[in-house]
Structure formats: structure tokens, C-alpha cells
């Protein structure tokens, strides 16, 4: 013990055997003489204890526990769910080609020349229904400078007296000039879906002749109700509300002229405006690449439909015929995911690629056509973003004045999705030739889901959001596009046959 209690560099070297150097910390110390004099410091060797470090310091949560304050990035995960999905899509592509060979034939498809002529002929002559409306709108714009130029002409007091025949008057040349778009309107539609539906066979042909159509009806809708408006207010202007400022650049009735109608027949928007936001100049080479999107998915959606998509409903026939339901289910799930990608793919060609060119090529400033439509907390979220020119206008021209005549919200709401309901039947069964009500029901279905899932929207915090969104996807994924689907295709195939004759 003697030995041990020596002097300090003799302990330490006694030490220095037991602890390894590395884990020495060097320091200086200084000594008091005795006298009152401290000698100048010398460096002296601490040691660091590496077995009693304090690991348990404070209270602490797990990262994916409620308790824990700031959320773990999830990053690995995504990537983790990327890689699953692209092997287990290659496994469906090998497997695919294993059981079936090579599908694809450009030269396989049952068209006919027929088709082709009606098609075009039905492209040339639908955009004219908006010159009509062109039309129809000089001839109430006439009237409205007359009525002005005879309030001129009168002093005030008869124009104070006059006030109410004049009322009187405005609405019965409303009503004119309504019946007269309505008849216009109407018949744009309902001549496409007559040729459509009895005189062109193949459904993709047919489906492009009713969505122009359909684009079209909506814009001469637009048109009349927009302008009816702008006309009620010129000749009233002490009742009527403030116009947008966007407006000034064209006041009514300077917007009534070819050129403007030009503009909005070829603007990516449905929702009609005397002016629009504009940019400042073209950028060719945005639109080329824009367009080159749309062409590289348009082969990328032909591929993945011919090649998969169509043996897969080809296959449920037996089981839609012998209502063999596990399999029917099991058909939905397995047609999910390609009737997804398809989807996401159209989705991508037409909001982003397509619709940005030509907003490039018209200088449409206002590219707002979609948001984040994928993160939608409910359903009726994902219906007032993922399709924004549809949604301005069943909002501005079906909801609102609804509203502003004395109905709720909720049966506005209501009656949006049955008439959305209207279209998306004739965009479907029309081209199909088999008006099953199947698209009517499935936007009716909306409604019930919309409703359930608006208090998960409203909840506070992330978990009613997440549910919310899961039913979204799972409403959308599984039931919605691939029971539909499913559905047309048997239908179409117990009245004509296979659309496309495989190679063999």
C-alpha cells in the first residue's frame, strides 16, 4: 500500500498498466508548496471512464410513437415501397410475356374508314355551334345598345317610369336568347352522340368524338351564362355588383367579336372570361418538350393497354358470366394496378403535358389545372383539385347560382355530381354502345363517400387525414376505375366481341 500511495507519476504508471493509453486525457495541474506559492503547472494524465457513461440522460419517445415531438422522415420507406412495386410490376411484365407472347399489333385494331370520316367530319363542324352562339350573342348585344340608346333619348323621369317595363322587356329577351342557346347547346351534343353512338364502331374513336363535344357544349354554356351577366350588368349598372378588374381589359360588349371567341374556343379553360391572365411571350422549346411527353405516354398507355390490361378483362369473362365472386375480386385487384398506372399516365399526358402546351401556345397565364389532388384527406377533396377546369365550372355555373337561389350546400353539392354523373355516362356508354348507367352511379356513389369521409377531413391532427385519404385511394384503386372498367368490357364483349384481334 506503501508503493501504492507514492508519489503521483508512480501511481499512474501503476494505472497506466491496467487502463489503455488511448483512452488517457492529458491535462495540467498545479500544487501548492506549503509556503503559499503554486509551482508552475505540469501536465498530469486523467482518465476517461468509458463503461459508466450516462447513456440514459432524460426522458425520451420512440420516433414513430405518438410521443414522440418531431415526426421521423419516412424517406427510406418511400424509396422502400418504390423498389416493391417496380419488381413486383417486372415480375408481372416477365410473367406477362411468359403466358402470352408479344400483343402488340399496330395494324390489328378493328376500325373502319367509316370511323375515320364521321370522326373528322364531327371535328370540323362541332366548333361551329360556337360561332352560332356568336351569333346569337350580336343579335342580344344589338338589343342592349338600343335599350341604352333609348334611355339617351329619354329624359329621367321617363326613364324612371320605364324602369319596370324595361325589366320586363330584358327578361323576356332573355329567354329568347336562352332557348336560343339551349337549342344550340343541345343540338352540338346530341348530334355527336346520335353519329357516335349508331355509325362509329370503334369505342376510342367514338370517346374522342364525345369529349370534344362534350368540351365544347360546355363552353357555349359558359359563354351564354358569362355574357348574359356582363349584358345585365351594363344596362344596370346601379344595381349591379363590381366587375373582376381582369375585366377591364375587355368590357362588355367589346368581348363579342371573333377574336375573342377564337381565344377562348382554343384557351385551356371551360370557364369563359371577356379577358384572361397572359403571359409575355411563347417558349417554343417548352412546348416541344411538353408535347414529346404526350407523345412518349400516349405509346407508354397503347403498350400497357393492349399488352396487359386486355388480357386481364379477356380473362374475367368466365367469371363475370358465373358471377364467381373470389374471383371476380381477385380480377379487380389484379386489374388495379395497371388500370392505375394507365390512369396516372392519361392523367400526367393531359393535365400536365397537354394542357401546358397549349396554355404555352395561347399564353394562357392561369396554369393552375390540378394540385396536390394525391394527398386529399377525403374524397370530396380529390374532386375539387385533381380536375380544376371541370371543377370552375360546375362551381361558378351549376353550384353557385344554385345556391343563389335559396338551395343548401348540400343538395347543390348533390346536384353537381348528378349532372356530372350525365356527362360521364354519355362520355362512356355512348362510345362503348352500351348505356349501362354504371359512370351515372359511380359519380351518384360519390355523394354517401363524400359525406363520410368530410368529418375525417375536419378532424384535428394527421390521423383523421390519413384515413381519410387511405378510403380515397381505395375507393379510386380497387372500386371505382377497375369494377367500371370490368363492367364496359363485358358488356362490349357480350354484344360485339373482342375489340382488337391478337396476333397470332
Known amino acids: 500500500m506503501a508503493n501504492y500511495n507514492g508519489s503521483t507519476g508512480h501511481s499512474f504508471r501503476r494505472y497506466e498498466n491496467i487502463v489503455p493509453k488511448s483512452e488517457l486525457i492529458h491535462g495540467e495541474q498545479t500544487e501548492n ?33 405518438q410521443d414522440s415531438k418531431t415526426s421521423p422522415s419516412l424517406l427510406g420507406f418511400r424509396n422502400l415501397m418504390v423498389i416493391v412495386l417496380v419488381v413486383m410490376n417486372m415480375r408481372l411484365i416477365v ?24 370522326a373528322t367530319i364531327l371535328y370540323a363542324l362541332v366548333p361551329c355551334h360556337l360561332f352560332v352562339a356568336y351569333i346569337i350573342e350580336i343579335a342580344a348585344k344589338a338589343h342592349a345598345k338600343g335599350v341604352i340608346g333609348r334611355r339617351k333619348k329619354s329624359d329621367a323621369g321617363a326613364v324612371q317610369s320605364k324602369r319596370g317595363s324595361e325589366a320586363q322587356v330584358y327578361d323576356s329577351i332573355w329567354r329568347n336568347v336562352a332557348l336560343a342557346h339551349g337549342i344550340n347547346a343541345t343540338l ?21 368524338c364525345q369529349v370534344h363535344a362534350i368540351i365544347v357544349w360546355l363552353k ?26 381582369v375585366y377591364s381589359a375587355c ?51 397503347w403498350l400497357a393497354s393492349a399488352q396487359y390490361a386486355a388480357p386481364l378483362l379477356r380473362n374475367s369473362l368466365n367469371k363475370m358470366a358465373s358471377l364467381d365472386i373470389a374471383a371476380i375480386f381477385e380480377r379487380l385487384m389484379k386489374l388495379s394496378t395497371i388500370s392505375l398506372v394507365i ?34 384527406p377525403s374524397v370530396g377533396t380529390y374532386w375539387r383539385t385533381w380536375n380544376k377546369p371541370v371543377y370552375h365550372f360546375m362551381r361558378r355555373h351549376v353550384y353557385s347560382p344554385l345556391v343563389g337561389r335559396g338551395w343548401s350546400s348540400q343538395m347543390a353539392s348533390a346536384m353537381v355530381f348528378v349532372f356530372s354523373g350525365f356527362l360521364h355516362e354519355v362520355l362512356v356508354g355512348i362510345p362503348t354502345h352500351n348505356i349501362l348507367g354504371v359512370a351515372f352511379l359511380g359519380m351518384v356513389v360519390q355523394i354517401p363517400l363524400i359525406a ?13 387525414k390519413i384515413v381519410g385519404n387511405c378510403i380515397f385511394w381505395i375507393s379510386f384503386c380497387l372500386v371505382g376505375q377497375p369494377l367500371a372498367a370490368l363492367l364496359y368490357f363485358f358488356a362490349w364483349q357480350a354484344k360485339y366481341g373482342s375489340v382488337s384481334r391478337t396476333q397470332k
Not at 40 to 58: F, G, Q, T, W
Not at 348 to 375: H, P, V
Request: include cysteine; aromatic fraction near 14%.
Open 33 to 65: 508548496t506549503g509556503s503559499g506559492t503554486l509551482q508552475a503547472p505540469r501536465k498530469v494524465a486523467l482518465v476517461k471512464y468509458r463503461h459508466v457513461a450516462a447513456v440514459h440522460s432524460k426522458p425520451r419517445a420512440s420516433c414513430l410513437s
Open 95 to 118: 410473367e406477362n410475356f411468359i403466358k402470352y407472347g408479344v400483343l402488340i399489333c399496330i395494324h390489328c385494331h378493328d376500325y373502319r374508314r367509316q370511323d375515320v370520316l364521321l
Open 188 to 208: 352540338c351534343l346530341l348530334v355527336t352522340s346520335i353519329v357516335v353512338y349508331f355509325y362509329i364502331h370503334h369505342p376510342l374513336i367514338g370517346t374522342t
Open 220 to 245: 357555349i354554356c359558359s359563354y351564354a351564362f358569362t355574357n348574359r351577366d356582363l349584358r345585365h350588368a351594363m344596362l344596370h349598372p346601379i344595381t349591379a355588383s363590381a366587375m373582376p378588374d
Open 251 to 301: 368590357p362588355y360588349p367589346d368581348n363579342i367579336s371573333l377574336k375573342n371567341l377564337s381565344y377562348f374556343w382554343w384557351a385551356p379553360t371551360l370557364v369563359y372570361q371577356p379577358a384572361y391572365p397572359r403571359s409575355t411571350d411563347i417558349r417554343w422549346l417548352f412546348v416541344f418538350k411538353r408535347l414529346a411527353e404526350v407523345a412518349v405516354l400516349s405509346v407508354f398507355i
Open 343 to 376: 390512369w396516372l399516365a392519361g392523367f400526367f399526358a393531359i393535365f400536365q403535358s397537354l394542357l401546358n402546351a397549349l396554355a404555352e401556345i395561347m399564353r394562357f397565364g392561369d396554369r393552375e389545372f390540378y394540385t396536390d389532388w394525391w394527398n386529399s
Open 452 to 464: 363520410g369521409t368530410l368529418p375525417l377531413e375536419r378532424m384535428q391532427g394527421i390521423h383523421g
